[in-house]
């Protein structure tokens, strides 16, 4: 299995000269932990994510901070700009960890681990393409089956996804709550529609792609309330 299996494709992203509450509001908005950050030439820069914001200066949780870094004049900078900066480039974690389309899931989790991080940026000829969270990896999980694919039915299932993604967004439905995975013609569908009609859709549009043998729903609808509340209606 490889990123592009289980990538999210439609990332939410934020300028580098964007400021500190520019990116916290737009993490509640679209219910994301994190945000790949971009230059002026639409390059990932970096990764700001809910870690880099819980220590603030707004929030008063700048002073709680390990000794040691302040027995370093190079620490106690880099601190400093982290709770008082107010861009994004400021807080942001640079250089951003990343992967490409057929970095193995096995390479991917190696690397969450490794870095101790959440999500990697999937990248392709320097621009990006999608992201892998943690999530991903659990859902994949969740739907595989005991026995490894062969490589002949991993392309298939490959190609599968690829028109189940297209005829998603053709139904209108907002990939920046959806995700799917294909396991063995398998469709799996994930994450949070905004109504039972848009949940129906998605679940049509997978049924409607030949050589799909079945669609298994683990999609929930947010309730109307919280959507209003997050600006996603």
Request: hydrophobic residues 45%; without cysteine.
């Amino acid at each position: 299995m490889q990123a592009q299996d289980v990538m999210t494709t439609v990332v939410a992203t934020i300028d580098a000269g964007a400021t500190v509450q520019e990116a916290a509001k737009l993490m509640l908005e679209r219910r994301i932990s994190a945000l790949p950050v971009m230059d002026r030439k639409d390059r990932v820069v970096g990764i700001v994510s809910e870690g880099d914001l819980v220590r603030r200066a707004e929030l008063g949780t700048d002073a709680a901070r390990s000794w040691w870094l302040w027995a370093f004049a190079e620490g106690s900078a880099r601190d400093y700009v982290k709770t008082h900066g107010a861009s994004v480039s400021d807080v942001m974690t640079s250089p951003a960890v990343s992967v490409r389309r057929a970095t193995s899931l096995q390479e991917i989790a190696r690397l969450l681990e490794k870095h101790r991080i959440k999500r990697v940026p999937v990248l392709e000829a320097g621009r990006l393409v999608g992201i892998v969270s943690r999530a991903d990896l659990v859902r994949r999980l969740a739907a595989a089956p005991t026995r490894p694919a062969t490589s002949a039915r991993t392309a298939s299932d490959r190609a599968l996804r690829r028109e189940v993604l297209k005829e998603v967004r053709r139904a209108g439905v907002d990939l920046l709550y959806v995700n799917v995975t294909v396991e063995h013609r398998i469709v799996h569908l994930w994450g949070g529609a905004r109504s039972h009609s848009e949940q129906k859709a998605l679940r049509v549009a997978a049924r409607r792609i030949e050589g799909v043998r079945k669609v298994e729903d683990h999609t929930s609808v947010i309730p109307l309330r919280i959507a209003a509340a997050l600006g996603s209606v």
